[in-house]
């Protein structure tokens, strides 16, 4: 097990039933046999995950403002063997945990000096610094999108997600900054990264001409059971 690892805690399965929304789901728990609401942290589409009758893990939180008690953590792939995360900000708690424990080789000779850093009218994830006091700004995206091993971002279209790439690409050109995008594969069944230009082809035009003017592109895979979510391999990344 990596020692970048972070838990879920008590989960409580349950049976999807409808989405009424982008952030909430409606679905049975098994054990009562109730019908509740969940939070629903991921915006994305998930047509390919939250189908009729897929199962739900989710976490009970009870805080009085709340809308609802509950949080979905995942969501089991129809295979019956893949468990996806749907949190997607736990992505930037990973990469923090990856940044201070040297999980990122690609990154080794960058420092980590704060998350959350406002810079051209964009808040960015991660400000980082080498030994020769030049800065990076680092970009994590959330991908949940797997089909035959391939792993795709975005899983719809995200005018916010392209405006990133380009905005990275001009800081890129600029010289103040070296920039980088790391896509966090919340699943074990990738094997390679694409961009899903079948989705959101101007992302995936985006992210090559970002590639060619000297962005990074980075991926990483994770390991995802229900006790937690572990930092994982690197992927290749192809932009053909």
Not at 21 to 28: D, P
Not at 88 to 115: H, I, K, M, P
Not at 130 to 158: R, W
Request: with cysteine.
């Amino acid at each position: 097990m990596s020692s970048i690892f972070i838990p879920f805690g008590d989960l409580v399965e349950a049976t999807f039933l409808e989405r009424p929304n982008r952030f909430t789901v409606r679905c049975r728990l098994k054990a009562t046999n109730q019908v509740v609401e969940a939070h629903l942290a991921d915006p994305g589409r998930l047509k390919e995950l939250l189908l009729p009758k897929a199962r739900l893990y989710l976490r009970y939180i009870n805080k009085p403002h709340r809308k609802t008690k509950w949080s979905v953590v995942l969501v089991e792939e129809p295979d019956h063997f893949t468990l996806v995360s749907l949190q997607s900000t736990l992505v930037n708690q990973l990469t923090e945990l990856a940044l201070q424990r040297d999980g990122l080789g690609e990154l080794r000779a960058w420092q980590l000096v704060r998350a959350e850093y406002s810079y051209g009218g964009s808040r960015w994830d991660f400000l980082l610094q080498n030994s020769q006091g030049e800065k990076l700004l680092l970009e994590v995206k959330s991908c949940s999108l797997v089909h035959e091993g391939i792993a795709m971002f975005p899983d719809a279209v995200t005018a916010r997600g392209k405006k990133h790439v380009e905005e990275l690409t001009k800081f890129q050109g600029e010289g103040e900054f070296t920039t980088a995008i790391l896509f966090v594969v919340q699943r074990s069944d990738a094997r390679v990264f694409r961009p899903a230009d079948h989705i959101d082809p101007a992302f995936g035009k985006a992210l090559r001409e970002a590639h060619s003017q000297g962005v990074q592109i980075l991926v990483r895979a994770t390991q995802v059971s229900l006790d937690g979510i572990n930092w994982g391999r690197a992927l290749p990344v192809e932009l053909l």
